[in-house]
């Protein structure tokens, strides 16, 4: 009996240290992990766009966590915000991520975002940047793949949408020339996007020559030259369980 | 969950885990020894 409480006493005594071992690594390393994890959230929340989140890696009890409470999103599309909570949930070490507001994304409930929602990311993304193609030919400029890069990070989380990549020309030249050039152009486009990893199945590509200039905008003016993008199908997408990663 | 209580949690059952295969080699030990006695 006497040998039985002995090893009992051993066991909790060893449990007793596992316990204390912990605790002060945890408080000697802690801090500078969660420091370490929110200087990297930082990052990845401006390169997604979501520059007015932010992601606090401590706990109701100031406790420092790998578990970050994302706040400060409200205005944000879903898109953003799932894009948002995707780059964080890619840091090494970030597991488990909560919105403050309570949302889909963090519950992962069976909230239905809109597609449109990349139709309008799509559409900031080119409003201030073109993609621009070599004059008179289909070949998408070397500084345009950037923005293709960006375009195709919008797009994903409408996969699962029928997307339509429209081309247009000004109106210099023959129309049927511009046509043919058009839909080369929105082919060029499309495969570049197939390249990026969005399926070809969800792509439909057109083009209408000078048919349908830009708002405002005489016919024969360069600026006519672009590429739009529509969400002319919808599927809705359901919140993905990459916003609410397990422990790695 | 804050780290602290995270790694208190894994070394507990990081312990557990040894205690369990340290019993399990003693017990297979002292079957054999008596087999052999």
Redesign the interface.
């Known amino acids: 009996m006497a040998a039985i409480s002995r090893e009992t006493l051993a ?1 909790t005594l ?2 007793a240290i ?2 204390a ?3 002060a ?3 000697a ?2 801090p500078r ?2 420091a370490s994890l929110s200087e990297q959230a930082k990052v990845a929340i401006k390169q997604a766009g979501g520059a007015p989140v932010t992601a606090r890696f401590t ?1 109701a ?1 100031g ?5 970050p409470l994302l706040s400060g999103g409200e205005t944000l599309g879903e898109g953003t915000r799932a894009r948002v909570a995707r780059a964080i949930g890619a840091i090494p070490g970030v597991a488990d991520i909560r919105w403050a507001d309570g949302t889909t994304l963090a519950k992962g409930t069976e909230a239905t975002p809109r597609p449109a929602v990349c139709q309008e990311d799509v559409a900031g993304l080119l409003r201030a940047r073109t993609i621009h193609f070599e004059e008179g030919s289909s070949r998408i400029d070397q500084a345009s793949q950037t923005l293709l890069d960006e375009v195709a990070a919008a797009l994903r989380p409408c996969l699962g949408s029928i997307i339509g990549i429209t081309g247009h020309t000004d109106s210099s030249g023959p129309e049927p020339g511009n046509l043919a050039l058009s839909r080369l152009r929105a082919d060029a486009v499309r495969d570049a996007l197939l390249r990026r990893g969005i399926p070809a199945d969800g792509l439909r590509t057109s083009g209408v020559g000078s048919r349908v200039p830009v708002e405002g905008l005489d016919p024969d003016d360069p600026a006519n030259r672009r590429i739009e993008f529509s969400v002319v199908a919808t599927e809705p997408i359901k919140p993905t369980p990459v916003d609410t990663p397990g ?1 790695r | 969950m804050p780290i602290w209580m995270e790694l208190t949690v894994l070394m507990l059952v990081a312990y557990a885990a040894g205690l369990a295969l340290g019993w399990l080699l003693w017990k297979g030990r002292r079957k054999g020894s008596e087999t052999d006695g």
């Open positions: 066991v060893g449990a596992v316990v071992i912990a605790v690594g945890a408080g390393t802690g992990l969660a706990t009890n406790w420092p966590t790998r578990h422990p």
